[in-house]
């Protein structure tokens, strides 16, 4: 895995340190190449970087701007799309048009966009099902894109120019896509709704009109027959402060129309005024005092849109399936996983609990910033009041989880995407981690405002992590790490195989956890004991008295307006020095060594 290559650097220049750079950054300082960051934020800039850092090869991951001319032919460009495919909406046109490939290429920056020179390129065939692009980005093409760093470390052959006489060269030029290309209207099929939105999600969604409002919506789903007498756009049903179901279609003969589930929307912005963010849509409808007809009962939504799901392949094994838009994890949405786990704690027969997120968006990020600037975006005392509420829920998950261990049942958390602190640090509650390889996992709140944290990181990160050093640097450098980089730090247990998605990746989980159970019965594994219910305790208000501090403080209440209003941040200070390969003689074996 750590294959040597020498001293060389590499300077990556990307829009920000986002999912793509953080894979990148990761990936090659797990080969230990020397690797710094820097924001392209201007041609001046970029110049200015590649003098100062002298690397020997310059990538860039995301990059919305134009390479300087002086710059041309040494910088590698990620586009995502096949070999041909130009333009900046290729993955948008191909999942609207649904095309059966998708795939990315790596070329050398020159004049025009995506014209030059080929370095790897390759081609996959996209899922069946409607993945959002968000989803293809971070899997698809991050392992497609990480592929190709391999081929270039390798110096594995010259780069090639782009002929597009020939025969293999199977893309096209695809027009930046405009919302009339991908528009919604609540008369069309619910399949081609559902479609039309995946190809926008994350961003930046698609623009329709919801109780007499322009949004743009997101995580959308399917939603199953509703009666025919409600009009395509009428909001049928809701969960609290979660997704509502909207009556779209023809009706049909026998009476009934078909639905979707939007889980979230964004106002569109009106003339002359500041930016708008994401909220859930039931929380939206809410606030411009819409009547809404039907509350959810309580006995779960319709099929099509289960975020919260529990199933139980045998008699001894639960799987509690916790899948967070965007890895925002909302006070609502923590009691709802709360109740779940609950649930399963009162089944005596049950041995081995499993708690994973749904495979589709990041495994959890930790408490809802969107939510709670929406509580209040004057940054006063509601504001403060819902983090509060969100944090304490937040925990409320991993007491379960304590309680589970102590009462001898094998908790086995897997991290099926990627997780910042706050679902990074929940999954150290388990009694063992298991994370699926290519994810990106952050170990640290500092950068949202200096925000101590909690999940009881402060109980459970000791004892992965004994030095105080190695603590000290995870939580303040900032720094992200690969999935194999935490495995061999020992905060992850095992790794899942990477590529495996839906049923496959359920199936691989099924089949561990009862390998998993099997060992330690034949105490082959030793599980670790649980925390006391005392030290528990006294985690909960040492962690929670600080973290409260922290949320009524300028620094977080800017950084939080920053977050959800997509202003510009400052990266990592330590991503911009050059890092080579870690040193790990600190760290315990993981158990899956």
Not at 392 to 402: K, P, Q
């Amino acid at each position: 895995m750590n294959v040597p290559y020498g001293d060389r650097k590499v300077l990556l220049l990307s829009d920000g340190f986002g999912g793509a750079t953080m894979a990148a950054y990761c990936h090659l300082r797990d080969r230990r190449v020397q690797t710094a960051f820097h924001p392209a934020s201007t041609s001046e800039d970029m110049i200015a970087a590649v003098g100062q850092h002298a690397p020997d090869i310059v990538i860039a991951p995301t990059l919305t701007k134009r390479v300087p001319a002086e710059l041309y032919h040494r910088v590698l460009i990620n586009h995502p799309g096949r070999l041909g495919d130009r333009g900046p909406s290729s993955i948008d046109w191909g999942r609207v048009r649904r095309d059966p490939l998708g795939g990315n290429t790596v070329l050398l920056a020159e004049e025009g966009w995506d014209t030059g020179p080929v370095v790897h390129t390759t081609s996959f065939p996209y899922p069946s099902w409607p993945a959002t692009k968000s989803w293809l980005y971070s899997h698809l093409n991050r392992a497609a894109f990480l592929a190709g760093i391999d081929h270039v470390l390798a110096g594995l052959g010259a780069p090639m120019p782009l002929d597009e006489s020939q025969p293999d060269v199977l893309g096209r030029w695809n027009d930046p896509m405009r919302q009339r290309d991908c528009e919604i209207h609540w008369t069309m099929s619910a399949e081609d709704i559902v479609w039309n939105a995946a190809a926008r999600d994350g961003s930046p969604g698609v623009l329709t009109e919801l109780a007499g409002h322009q949004v743009y919506v997101y995580d959308v789903h399917l939603g199953g027959p509703v009666n025919g007498n409600a009009d395509p756009g009428d909001v049928v049903e809701w969960q609290p402060n979660g997704a509502i179901r909207v009556a779209v279609g023809m009706r049909t003969g026998d009476g009934y129309r078909e639905s979707v589930w939007v889980g979230y929307v964004k106002p569109k912005p009106p003339a002359q005024h500041g930016p708008t963010f994401k909220l859930p849509a039931a929380v939206w409808i809410g606030q411009q005092g819409r009547y809404l007809p039907l509350r959810w009962t309580g006995q779960g939504p319709r099929p099509g849109y289960r975020p919260i799901r529990m199933s139980f392949p045998d008699t001894t094994l639960a799987i509690v399936t916790a899948a967070a838009y965007n890895g925002a994890w909302s006070t609502e949405f923590c009691q709802r996983v709360t109740r779940a786990l609950a649930h399963v704690e009162r089944l005596p027969d049950i041995r081995r609990v499993v708690l994973r997120g749904g495979g589709a968006d990041p495994f959890g990020n930790g408490i809802h910033l969107n939510h709670i600037y929406a509580s209040d975006p004057g940054c006063g005392f509601p504001m403060q009041a819902e983090a509060r509420r969100n944090i304490s829920a937040i925990n409320e998950v991993a007491e379960v989880l304590f309680r589970l261990r102590r009462a001898g049942r094998q908790v086995i958390v897997v991290a099926d995407g990627d997780a910042g602190a706050g679902g990074a640090f929940l999954s150290l509650c388990g009694s063992v981690v298991v994370a699926e390889e290519g994810r990106v996992l952050n170990y640290h709140y500092k950068s949202m405002g200096g925000l101590t944290g909690s999940e009881y990181h402060t109980l459970t990160l000791p004892g992965r992590m004994p030095d105080p050093a190695d603590r000290h640097a995870l939580l303040n450098e900032c720094l992200p790490l690969s999935a194999y980089q935490a495995h061999r730090q020992g905060l992850v247990d095992y790794l899942a195989p990477a590529g495996l998605t839906g049923p496959a990746l359920t199936e691989w989980i099924v089949e561990f956890s009862r390998n998993y159970g099997a060992q330690v019965d034949r105490r082959v594994i030793k599980v670790s004991d649980a925390p006391s219910a005392e030290a528990e305790a006294a985690t909960s208000r040492a962690e929670l008295s600080t973290i409260f501090r922290d949320f009524a403080g300028s620094d977080f209440q800017q950084a939080l307006a920053r977050f959800v209003l997509k202003q510009p941040t400052a990266p990592p200070v330590a991503a911009r020095r050059y890092r080579g390969g870690y040193q790990e003689s600190n760290f315990p074996p993981p158990q899956g060594e």
